[in-house]
Antibody
Framework: EVQLLESGGGLVQPGGSLRLSCTASGFTFSSYAMSWVRQAPGKGLEWVSVFSNIGGSTYYADSVKGRFTISRDNSKNTLYLQMNSLRAEDTATYYC??????????WGQGTMVTVSS | DIVMTQTPLSLSVTPGQPASISCKSSQSLLHSNGKTYLYWFLQKPGQPPQLLIYEVSNRFSGVPDRFSGSGSGTDFTLKISRVEAEDVGVYYCMHSIQLPYTFGQGTKLEIK
């Protein structure tokens, strides 16, 4: 069974940092691009970042560019999202998702990030 | 960025009746490779989104055949032939023809 398990969320002050992790199982992790998508409380979905499985290319939404860094460790089947200079508007549930030819097909349960003083 | 506009934003449907959701994109989602990068997701209450339809009209694994997708270019539709109680939640369309991927605002389906 394909599973994704996010961790690392929590409460952080504005300007602080967090690193989210997403551990994958049930599929060949290195063969797929992986994405992060977030959802602010009571709001819709916002794509955040993707790490390609080919060439190591990474892409970011303008809202997080320069502050967030996506990375992966294929030996550990794990995707990461390093979040720096956090703002109140980054408060959201962060989902990692396996990419199927351009769309997230399998999603984790999410991890909540709250940025507040 | 491509803007995805869904209508209606909410609908209330009697079980057994059909439902339809429209999604319009600000640019064509038809790629030069012939594929159209339009997807539909359902987010049930308290759950992560789940993929229903990929590339306009293909049902994802395990999705009941009462769900169908259609459309082309910039205009797309998700139809549920006979709504069931388990179909409640928020439906989102999404494109992936270019970065950034963007989602529609979501359509909340309730049961009457």
């Amino acid at each position: 069974e394909v599973q994704l398990l996010e961790s690392g969320g929590g409460l952080v002050q504005p300007g602080g940092s967090l690193r989210l992790s997403c551990t994958a199982s049930g599929f060949t992790f290195s063969s797929y691009a992986m994405s992060w998508v977030r959802q602010a409380p009571g709001k819709g979905l916002e794509w955040v970042s993707v790490f390609s499985n080919i060439g190591g290319s990474t892409y970011y939404a303008d809202s997080v560019k320069g502050r967030f860094t996506i990375s992966r460790d294929n030996s550990k089947n794990t995707l990461y999202l390093q979040m720096n200079s956090l703002r109140a508007e980054d408060t959201a549930t962060y989902y990692c998702a396996k990419d199927l030819g351009g769309t997230p097909d399998i999603w984790g349960q999410g991890t909540m990030v709250t940025v507040s003083s | 960025d491509i803007v995805m506009t869904q209508t209606p934003l909410s609908l209330s449907v009697t079980p057994g009746q059909p439902a339809s959701i429209s999604c319009k994109s600000s640019q064509s989602l038809l790629h030069s490779n012939g594929k159209t990068y339009l997807y539909w997701f359902l987010q049930k209450p308290g759950q992560p989104p789940q993929l229903l339809i990929y590339e306009v009209s293909n049902r994802f694994s395990g999705v009941p055949d009462r769900f169908s997708g259609s459309g082309s270019g910039t205009d797309f539709t998700l139809k549920i032939s006979r709504v069931e109680a388990e179909d409640v939640g928020v439906y989102y369309c999404m494109h992936s023809i270019q970065l950034p991927y963007t989602f529609g605002q979501g359509t909340k389906l309730e049961i009457k």
